[in-house]
């Protein structure tokens, strides 16, 4: 079956500017998960949707970042006025179960310029 | 201090050798896991253990619930084994990660 997907696979964007960023769960998985990995290091905790709530947001940086999953499937993170700090890969993961195993999308690399 | 610590960093073996990395953690678990990262960024779940040992193939996972620690050890290595491993552990709703282990496997 299909895996997790998220799209564009590559983003490059100039300071400033927003961008969203997309993630396809697995079908039937009620638990999605973003993370942030900057080169060298490991993945780093956003945000942890349960259906269609926010259930975590702990990993949020700061108030420019933003993730929505309205239908309890696809989810959103959305990134204003981004900062050249804010480039990396991030990776979309879902889970059928919160603390279950988790599958993990191919990632976006975002690149400010 | 990381909460979740591997080691080693690095890693550069022959092939058909036996290979060890460690990971220890300073914070409570639900399970731990093991997940392997291949240049260009996929993600693949190896092992999620919560106790014991777990076997897959030339896989084999540990871990020391009381000792905070775990193994993934790789027998009989080959080139394709060469990628970043990286440990994570679940803590409440989410995964901690270690900055990986990077292993490279030589014919």
């Known amino acids: 079956g299909a895996g997790v997907s998220q799209t564009p696979s590559n983003k490059v964007t100039e300071k400033g500017k927003y961008v969203e960023l997309r993630c396809d769960p697995i079908?039937?998985?009620?638990?999605l998960y973003w993370y942030r990995q900057s080169l060298g290091q490991g993945p780093e905790f956003l945000i942890y949707?349960?259906?269609?709530?926010?259930?975590?947001d702990s990993g949020l940086p700061n108030d420019r970042f933003f993730a929505v999953r309205p239908e309890g499937s696809v989810s959103t993170l959305k990134i204003q006025r981004t900062e050249r700090g804010d480039s990396a890969v991030y990776l979309c993961?879902?889970?059928?179960?919160?603390?279950?195993?988790?599958?993990f999308g191919p990632g976006t690399r975002l690149t400010v310029l | 201090k990381n909460e979740v610590e591997q080691s080693p960093q690095n890693l550069t073996a022959q092939e058909g050798e036996f290979i060890t990395i460690n990971c220890s953690y300073s914070v409570g678990i639900s399970a731990l896991h093991w997940l392997q990262q291949h240049p260009g960024g996929g993600i693949v779940s190896l092992f999620m253990?919560?106790?014991g040992k777990k076997k897959h193939g030339r896989l084999i996972a540990t871990i020391n619930i009381q000792e905070k620690h775990s193994s993934l050890h790789i027998t009989a290595s080959h080139p394709r084994d060469s990628a970043v491993y990286i440990c994570a552990v679940g803590n409440t709703d989410k995964l901690i990660f270690g900055t990986g282990t990077r292993l490279q496997v030589f014919p």
């Open positions: 253990l919560s106790s």
């Open positions: 993961a879902s889970s059928s179960l919160s603390v279950g195993e988790q599958f």
């Open positions: 079908s039937g998985h009620t638990a």
């Open positions: 949707f349960q259906g269609t709530g926010a259930a975590d």
